[in-house]
């Protein structure tokens, strides 16, 4: 599976010791990494279909300061989609309303039928990047029926029902953000942590320092801004537990394709 990495912070703070932690970990997710620094509807993302550990561009990026407010960065094991460029995360696209949305996944769509129209829309071939498609499309949805763009409530609420429907039977593990708030949901036991400390709230896979890493609260959708949890959605059962011959069954499939 993937690595997440990511946080919020209440001022721009320099995140390099931490992504270094992070991307070292390339040796075990060694098909690709990403970057993405976050500015209201605008994101920076940064890429490759290799290694961390082994990225000429990722060494030199940082070894200059990597300065954000919120930050998103993944490292990629493939079990969905080929080793290509596009099929590494961030992902991002803006709504109809312009507002921009990024998405980091460590996880498998096992079965989520509303999922398969968008094999042919998307850029690459990752269970990933269809269910951003997806939420966007549901936010677009809703405001068109509005006939506004939706507030803060509106979209957490939307973002809640979404996940509560998808997590069934699927590992759903996320980071994404509209530009503004961070979202946020585990529902595969330890496998999502995190550190609040200094203004700034930082998630990760696995805990990055000898510092007081929480378990992320477990099958519960939750938003923060400028480093503060600000919202907990609903809680549900939809626990996801690991199954070895679910993906092998998934590889099968694709290996076929």
């Not at 919020?8 to 970057?35: A, R, T």
């Not at 949890?229 to 394709?257: P, R, V, W």
Request: aromatic share 12%.
């Amino acid at each position: 599976m993937c690595e997440l990495f990511g946080f919020s912070s209440k001022e721009k703070i320099c995140s390099n010791f931490l992504l270094k932690k992070f991307y070292s970990h390339s040796d075990k997710h060694p098909h690709g990494w990403g970057l993405a620094c976050i500015n209201k509807d605008e994101a920076l993302i940064e890429k490759e279909s290799k290694q961390a550990s082994k990225s000429n561009y990722l060494k030199e990026r940082l070894s200059q300061p990597v300065v954000a407010k919120l930050l998103l960065a993944h490292i990629r094991y493939a079990t969905v989609g080929n080793i290509y460029y596009r099929n590494c995360h961030p992902y991002s696209i803006k709504d109809n309303y312009s507002r921009r949305w990024t998405l980091i996944h460590n996880g498998t769509i096992f079965d989520f039928p509303a999922l398969n129209t968008y094999i042919k829309r998307q850029r690459g071939d990752t269970d990933s990047e269809r269910v951003l498609l997806y939420i966007v499309d549901k936010i677009n949805e809703a405001q068109t029926k509005k006939g506004s763009k939706l507030n803060f409530e509106e979209r957490f609420a939307l973002i809640d029902s979404i996940i509560y429907e998808m997590s069934t039977k699927n590992k759903l593990n996320l980071l994404l953000t509209d530009g503004r708030y961070l979202y946020v949901h585990t529902n595969c036991a330890n496998t999502l942590y995190k550190l609040q400390k200094d203004g700034t709230v930082f998630f990760s896979t696995q805990p990055l320092t000898d510092e007081n890493w929480q378990k992320v609260e477990f099958c519960t959708p939750l938003a923060f801004k400028n480093g503060q949890h600000i919202k907990t959605g609903t809680t549900h059962k939809n626990e996801y537990i690991e199954n070895k011959e679910a993906l092998k069954f998934l590889y099968q499939i694709f290996s076929d394709l």
